[in-house]
């Protein structure tokens, strides 16, 4: 049988299943799905009347949320400890986008190819179905998108005739100009993300970028314009040594920085869009003073982009209730419940069509805007070896940014170790 008629088969199976499952779970007790997700930051919370719909049109069943920690290193932790032990503890679970190939490839994920319709994918964004997908195979459900942003403050450059900075150095030009001007001894130039993290390394990307620097090419190479790469960690550190990014920012994860901003500390701040909605909230000091725009790129780099990021859902191989699992992930990946989490949360969402739907965009008017540079972002390298390059390469970067290690010296070394692991897993 092909691989379309085994889909084909396999579907009408599932569909015929889920119907039953509709009206009842079967005999013996209520069937309970688990959830796990991380925290949601915003105005409301979504996700139980969402959870509570699904249940109400799967009668007999309870799907129970557990919420994870914030950062995305605890949540790997908690699954790789779990999966690993072939734990049966949860159905569905939300992924970073850039953990897919790598559950994928060590069996922990259900194999969703054969329960997809045709042309099922076709409205969420192509990078975030690129990093869904492995070996030719969807193994998760795209949930929201993320593209790194700029955020400014719209009063400050208005006050100085300024416009939003398309370049680091006008970014830079403009923090001192403002800075010298307010004469605020609490106000930051440009606050971002060096801490030794995964968001370090999304940062750095970013400046690699601008630079004309690729960390990971498609045929393999690393660090394949060492010199271009040292010169953006130079410049991160330069961001620091003279005083536009505060002493901080070696410590500084997306909520310390995100926080500082809010509270009207700064003038520039790289973050993702979830920022955004906690800007305009209720007795926020920057209410009405904020917008965004690209990624900054360098005068004599390449134009910036953002870091494409987000999180899927993908449905556990040990579930004992598979059909129900994806028929839970369908449900909170649909575009209803996307546009109640756009709504309702500080999450943006991964089908294209709501940054144009007119109650989204009449609340916020910029989602246009989001769509274009979400479209224009560049994911990080789509690989089951991502988390392996991630952790390769922190202590080296944040090595240059403390000064600990020349930035050639950070690259000669991240490169090397590279190659070395690299090329002992191919």
């Not at 299943?17 to 959830?35: D, K, M, R």
């Not at 209803?336 to 969402?349: E, F, K």
Request: hydrophobic share 40%; proline share 8%.
């Amino acid at each position: 049988m092909s691989a379309w008629g085994y889909g084909a088969t396999r579907l009408i199976g599932v569909l015929v299943l889920l119907a039953g499952c509709a009206g009842s779970p079967g005999e013996g007790e209520p069937v309970t799905l688990v959830f796990k997700y991380a925290r949601i930051l915003g105005n409301a919370d979504p996700l139980p009347t969402l959870l509570r719909e699904f249940e109400a049109q799967h009668p007999g069943v309870r799907v129970k949320g557990e919420a994870m920690p914030w950062t995305s290193d605890d949540q790997h932790q908690f699954y790789v400890i779990n999966l690993e032990g072939r734990s049966p503890g949860f159905d569905v679970l939300m992924l970073d986008c850039i953990w897919t190939p790598e559950f994928a490839r060590a069996g922990w994920l259900l194999d969703l190819t054969p329960y997809l319709q045709p042309g099922e994918l076709a409205p969420f964004f192509p990078s975030t179905v690129a990093s869904a997908t492995y070996d030719h195979r969807v193994w998760a459900l795209p949930w929201n998108m993320n593209v790194g942003l700029l955020f400014y403050r719209t009063d400050l450059l208005a006050k100085y005739g300024l416009q939003p900075p398309d370049t680091y150095e006008a970014l830079v030009e403009q923090a001192r100009l403002i800075r010298g001007r307010e004469r605020d001894p609490a106000l930051d130039g440009y606050l971002w993300q060096g801490k030794q993290y995964e968001g370090l390394v999304v940062n750095v990307l970013e400046a690699l970028w601008a630079n004309g620097a690729p960390l990971i090419t498609d045929d393999g190479a690393v660090f394949p314009e060492p010199a271009r790469a040292a010169d953006a960690l130079r410049f991160l550190r330069g961001l620091i040594t003279s005083g536009v990014s505060p002493t901080w920012t070696t410590a500084a994860d997306e909520e310390l920085s995100r926080r500082a901003f809010g509270d009207g500390h700064a003038i520039f701040l790289r973050n993702w869009p979830y920022a955004r909605d906690l800007f305009e909230s209720e007795g926020s000091a920057v209410r009405d003073k904020v917008a965004f725009t690209a990624i900054p790129g360098r005068a004599r780099g390449e134009p910036g982009a953002g870091s494409t990021g987000g999180a899927h859902l993908g449905v556990s191989r040990r579930s004992r209730h598979p059909e129900l699992a994806v028929a839970l992930a369908r449900h909170l990946t649909s575009e209803r419940a996307q546009r109640a989490i756009a709504l309702g949360a500080a999450l943006s969402p991964s089908r294209q069509a709501l940054y144009h739907d007119p109650e989204l965009v009449r609340r916020n008017p910029a989602m246009p805007r989001l769509h274009a540079l979400a479209l224009a972002g560049r994911p990080r390298p789509i690989t089951p070896y991502y988390l392996l390059v991630s952790a390769t390469v922190q202590p080296e970067f944040s090595a240059a940014l403390v000064g600990v290690k020349p930035p050639e010296r950070a690259i000669d070394d991240a490169r090397a170790r590279l190659g070395h692991f690299l090329g002992a897993l191919r």
